[in-house]
């Protein structure tokens, strides 16, 4: 009878034991979920405050130079976010001994001039250099300007693209 009590207060003991670590691996679990979610939202506020980055790199491309996006597409609409600033990284092939200059322009409503007023202008890349501009809705009135673009200085027909401003 007394081995028997025994077990029966080891079992006890085993089984408060057991539920003793389920209960810590259940509130270690919940509390890092806890953690993932929150720092997920601090990305994600982050994201929307800081505005984004946008990757442009001057390239050959069947014998004329174009501007190539971080997915590869050529002379990719530049998403920007208002009132936020949005970086645009441009860079040049090594080698590459041409320069680029990015410009990005606000086209007015009712005006024929296809240059347009320049908003935002990065330094001069060449030979695998690099630079970036900030560009900023916030410096200008987005609704005196019908339309945006970016181009090259050196190259403005064939480094030219939309600029969308979200």
């Known amino acids: 009878m007394f081995q028997k009590n025994n077990n029966i ?6 089984t408060i034991g ?3 670590v389920a209960v810590i691996l259940i509130l270690f679990v919940n509390m890092e979920s806890n953690l993932i979610n929150t720092y997920a939202q601090e990305q994600q506020q982050q994201d929307e405050t800081s505005g ?15 501007w190539v996006g971080s ?12 009132g936020v600033d949005n970086q645009i990284n ?6 590459d001994s041409e320069e680029h200059e990015l410009r990005i322009v606000g086209i007015s409503a009712g ?19 690099s630079t970036a501009v900030n560009f900023n809705t916030s410096d200008f009135d987005p609704s005196d300007y019908k339309s945006f673009e970016y181009y090259c200085e050196y190259h403005p027909d ?6 969308q401003i979200k």
């Not at 984004?52 to 174009?66: F, G, H, M, P």
């Not at 064939?158 to 600029?163: D, I």
């Open 9 to 14: 207060e080891l079992l006890n003991k085993i």
């Open 18 to 20: 057991v539920i003793a």
């Open 52 to 66: 984004s980055s946008i990757e442009l790199t001057a390239k050959l491309v069947d014998n004329q130079y174009r």
């Open 71 to 82: 997915n590869n597409s050529t002379n990719p609409i530049l998403n920007i976010t208002s």
């Open 90 to 95: 441009i860079k040049s092939m090594e080698g």
């Open 111 to 129: 005006s024929d001039d296809e240059e347009g007023d320049e908003l935002a202008k990065s330094d001069e890349v060449e030979d695998g250099s």
């Open 158 to 163: 064939t480094m030219r693209g939309k600029v």
